[in-house]
């Protein structure tokens, strides 16, 4: 199964200088640009389970051929 990365930069609300970037893995059916039209719900999704944690940027990628999940 091949999959796509939503890489999202989140930070903390009480803390807006501490950053960190969190992946989020998907089936890569229709490739990036599926990411692209899936991944506001998804990060609302992810937003409302992780209320302490604001993401600030987002992005699509295939993962590098190392990845363990």
């Known amino acids: 199964m091949d999959i796509i990365n939503l890489v999202l930069t989140i930070c903390l609300v009480a803390s807006p200088d501490e950053c960190r970037e969190q992946s989020l893995h998907f089936e890569a059916s229709g490739g990036l640009l599926n ?15 992780h209320p302490n944690m604001r993401v600030v940027k987002w992005r699509c990628a295939y993962p590098s051929q190392d990845i363990n999940i």
């Open 35 to 49: 990411c692209l039209f899936l991944a506001p719900t998804h990060i609302a999704k992810w937003s409302e389970e």
